[in-house]
């Protein structure tokens, strides 16, 4: 079986595809989003999702979220005595997912559809890849999150010629995609993105104007207040309605206190980052050649757009109601799993040939002349331009640029700069050319960008006919298929929460997180609910234990509410 995953910077899920379409796969506690969030304990014991973020709070030296972020990048994450890369981390997530589904289907999966950004690049994507297979997943494509959503949208079946735009605002990254559909070919025509914008952000503003009022300092906050606070903030903003206010309330030192902005307020204090959102939105538009009235449909995706400020926004940006009939949270999903499908050659499935394209301009280093035969080295010359369609090839013509020349380096780049330098580097072609003079020797330069996002470069020098080639693999974080199989066994000794128990599991320790914030009475009545909780799970009678868990919950519901009464 083959799922379709959306691997998100704050939650994550699965679905599949039906003969009525495509579903989601709810997880081990029948939830169908489930936090990117993992937590180890001493016993090496991993939580992913909701248990792992209530141990946040109470454990945040063990527990890590928004590492999608860091996909791909040196960064560790120390969770309490091991550390991870965030390829690793979110291959627990993806364990999980894959574990979850099993169940849920009754059958293995063993392949998967994995989503990502846009705006990922090629060492992001294939740091995506390796964290499905080191959680057991054979990644049968990594797919682009907007393109899945236009599926999931069905925008694949429309008729005619259609353009779309797709405003993807999740928890930590800011997508917007131009797409085009003609003669059943779904072409991706721009994207442009800020991988640091999004939900995450707007939860900040609520947040630091909480601490404004009450005169707290952020950097004076233990771990455990800053995350409890964010967690409080985060609440805040995830229910407001469409003209009310965000009420942020927590239980501070001892202290209740409570913050409110107004409508006004807000649009103000977030202005900046909807001036920041304009700009990708911009640059897409204009990558793509088209006007905003061009475009046919505009879909939303990610958590973000539920909120009532970004769709009044983008009501107002592009002057026309979005389209929100699939839920912006599992629109991505779904693509994923219709992508899926489409690989299985379902046969309800009409076949559509979607094509990518290469998010970062490609490109060499070359001398340019300034003032008369002056040469000035370190300047970047594109060769395969950004949002070129792939599979890709581009050949450009260079010549030697002085006397005796006899070596030519070519440096392979990556990025939009005008200067080499603040380029990043993929590599280096060196060859060796006959001797002459000063621009005799000619050079053809090609550049191969595939679908698996791989780069082949080629040097052909005419005058002899002799080529070079080389292949980037983006060797930065790449492991032989040894150190991947070495780091599977190790990961596999750190084995997830058993899925039966992981419903008790929330619970006890969302007590454990109110134990933390309650006092008194309140406290004492928490710690009689909860060793009573325990005393039953002790017996093992799963009948008792059900009813035991529902009294449970209630109990900690009440007292949470009790936090705030009075
Ligand atoms: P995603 O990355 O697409 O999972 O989006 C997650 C983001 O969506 C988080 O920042 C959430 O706070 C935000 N989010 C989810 N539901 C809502 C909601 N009802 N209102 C506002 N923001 C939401």
């Not at 010629?161 to 800011?174: A, H, K, P």
């Not at 298929?481 to 128990?501: F, G, V």
Request: include cysteine.
């Amino acid at each position: 079986m083959i799922i379709g995953i959306d691997l998100g910077t704050t939650n994550s899920l699965a679905a599949y595809y039906t003969e009525e379409g495509p579903k989601i796969i709810p997880n081990r506690l029948g939830e169908r989003l489930t936090p990117s969030i993992v937590s180890i304990d001493e016993n090496d014991q991993v939580y992913v999702g909701r248990s792992a973020g209530e141990r946040m709070a109470v454990h945040p030296d063990q527990t890590a979220s928004l590492f999608k972020r860091s996909m791909g990048s040196r960064k560790e994450f120390t969770l309490g005595k091991r550390t991870f890369s965030a390829e690793e981390l979110s291959s627990f997530v993806l364990r999980q997912l894959k574990e979850d589904a099993e169940i849920y289907l009754g059958e293995p999966v063993t392949e998967a559809v994995i989503s990502v950004p846009a705006y990922f690049n090629d060492i992001k994507r294939k740091a995506t890849k390796r964290a499905g297979e080191l959680a057991g997943l054979k990644v049968e494509r990594i797919i682009s999150e907007p393109t899945a959503a236009a599926i999931a949208y069905g925008l694949f079946q429309k008729q005619e010629d259609t353009r779309f735009l797709v405003f993807d605002l999740g928890g930590g990254t800011f997508d917007v995609s131009i797409l085009e559909l003609y003669d059943d070919i779904m072409e991706v025509r721009a994207v442009a993105g800020d991988n640091y914008l999004g939900g995450e952000d707007f939860t900040n503003v609520i947040l630091d104007s909480f601490l404004e009022k009450h005169g707290i300092d952020k950097n004076e906050c233990s771990q455990k207040e800053r995350s409890y606070l964010r967690n409080q903030a985060e609440k805040a903003k995830c229910s407001a309605g469409a003209d009310s206010f965000f009420r942020m309330q927590a239980v501070f030192r001892g202290d209740r206190l409570e913050s409110l902005i107004s409508r006004k307020d807000f649009e103000k204090k977030t202005g900046q980052l909807f001036d920041r959102i304009k700009q990708p939105v911009r640059r897409s538009l204009s990558d793509a050649g088209v006007r905003i009235r061009d475009i046919d449909e505009i879909v939303l995706v990610g958590g973000t757009t539920k909120m009532p400020a970004v769709r009044r926004f983008v009501g107002k940006l592009f002057g026309r109601v979005p389209d929100t009939s699939v839920n912006p949270d599992e629109a991505v999903a779904l693509g994923a799993a219709i992508q899926g499908a489409m690989k299985e050659r379902k046969s309800s499935i009409r076949e559509v040939i979607l094509t990518d394209v290469c998010p970062f301009t490609l490109g060499t280093e070359v001398s340019v002349k300034i003032e008369g035969d002056r040469l000035e080295g370190n300047h970047f010359c594109p060769i395969l331009e950004r949002n070129t369609v792939i599979p890709a090839s581009r050949t450009e013509r260079f010549y030697t640029v002085s006397d005796h020349q006899t070596r030519v380096e070519i440096h392979i780049l990556q990025g939009e700069s005008r200067f080499a330098s603040n380029n990043v580097s993929l590599g280096v072609l060196s060859l060796t050319v006959p001797d002459g003079k000063a621009g005799e020797q000619e050079i053809d330069i090609t550049y191969t960008y595939d679908v698996n996002a791989l780069l082949e470069v080629e040097a052909k020098i005419r005058s002899t006919g002799e080529t070079v080639t080389k292949l980037i693999k983006n060797q930065e974080n790449d492991m032989t298929l040894e150190q991947m199989q070495k780091r599977m066994q190790e990961l596999s000794y750190l084995k997830i929460h058993p899925r039966e128990k992981e419903a008790n599991k929330v619970l006890l320790l969302r007590g454990e997180r109110l134990y933390e914030e309650t006092t008194g009475e309140l406290r004492e009545q928490l710690e009689a609910v909860t060793r009573q909780f325990e005393r039953i799970l002790d017996r093992q009678d799963p009948d008792r234990i059900e009813e035991a868990r529902k009294d449970y919950e209630e109990a900690l519901d009440w007292i949470e509410e009790e936090l705030w009464l009075e």
